[in-house]
């Protein structure tokens, strides 16, 4: 994924329509938007930068599971098996990212209202497990069917864009070969596969 940082507005669509498409219990958030303001009153702006899991292309959650709950798919996408997780949150101590979210048991109950679930918690609630970890996986279900990630598709500045990084004809490679780029944290090694466009 390539976000262009030049377009990105802040307005926390990626934000809800991640939080929709994958009814996500309270708290749990896998796309995130943080802010900050720069500069001095008259030239004071505000800059956005949409962080989720990188899927990077050495992802070190990967290989501390005990399990093998944690994996890549030969696409890239880092995903997690819920029925093999254990909750022991290596994984989540592993990511530089932060990246990996724990279930807390009882929350599926609960919901948002801190009693009765919705019809939609139900529904929603039921892909996860109490006490596993879980995180973005790229929306795996919509892309296996040829869709965009919901982030993607819902961004109205069309700020984030999809595809396959290893093809140099796809809109991601071709945009990182015309504009100046960066990922987060390089330093720990992880190749992350989210690319940010410089604004």
């Not at 944290?185 to 466009?197: C, F, I, N, Q, R």
Request: with cysteine; charged share 25%.
């Amino acid at each position: 994924m390539v976000i262009d940082l030049k377009v990105c507005v802040g307005c926390h669509a990626c934000t809800a329509a991640c939080k929709a498409t994958n009814g996500t219990p309270p708290d749990i958030y896998f796309a995130r938007v943080h802010e900050r303001e720069v500069g001095v009153y008259p030239n004071a702006r505000r800059e956005f930068l949409p962080v989720l899991c990188n899927h990077c292309e050495d992802p070190p959650c990967v290989p501390v599971c005990p399990t093998g709950a944690s994996y890549k798919r030969e696409d890239g996408i880092v995903a997690v098996k819920s029925d093999l997780c254990i909750g022991c949150r290596s994984c989540a101590t592993s990511c530089p990212y932060e990246h990996r979210h724990y279930v807390k048991p009882g929350i599926l109950e609960t919901g948002y209202f801190n009693g009765e679930l919705s019809i939609y918690e139900k529904a929603k609630y039921s892909r996860w497990d109490s006490g596993t970890v879980i995180k973005c996986d790229f929306c795996m279900d919509r892309v296996d069917q040829g869709l965009q990630p919901a982030c993607v598709e819902t961004c109205p500045a069309e700020a984030r864009i999809f595809g396959d990084l290893a093809d140099p004809e796809s809109a991601p490679s071709k945009l990182l070969s015309e504009r100046e780029s960066f990922t987060l944290l390089p330093d720990a090694g992880t190749k992350p596969s989210v690319h940010y466009l410089k604004a």
